[in-house]
């Protein structure tokens, strides 16, 4: 979807959404007009996406794991003065 069609689109919501005092019934329709008109996208060419096998991660290094103890350690204090 290129700029002027999304201009297109977005104006079209603004003016037909039924929270925005629109007819459902043209807005439905119109939704079918423009989901016709897009191409659609495969979101994985390839189709790879699920046949990879898992990617298995080692430790994280020391500097790391004790980084992410502070920012625990830190939400957690934060957390029991809030409440």
Request: proline share 11%.
């Amino acid at each position: 979807m290129n700029a002027e069609e999304r201009a297109r689109f977005r104006a079209f919501v603004r003016e037909h959404h039924p929270d925005r005092g629109g007819d459902p019934e043209t807005f439905v329709a119109g939704l079918a007009g423009f989901g016709a008109a897009a191409a659609p996208v495969d979101p994985d060419p390839d189709g790879r996406r699920f046949d990879a096998p898992a990617e298995v991660v080692g430790p994280l290094p020391l500097p790391v794991r004790v980084g992410v103890a502070l920012i625990r350690t830190w939400r957690r204090h934060r957390q029991s003065r809030v409440r």
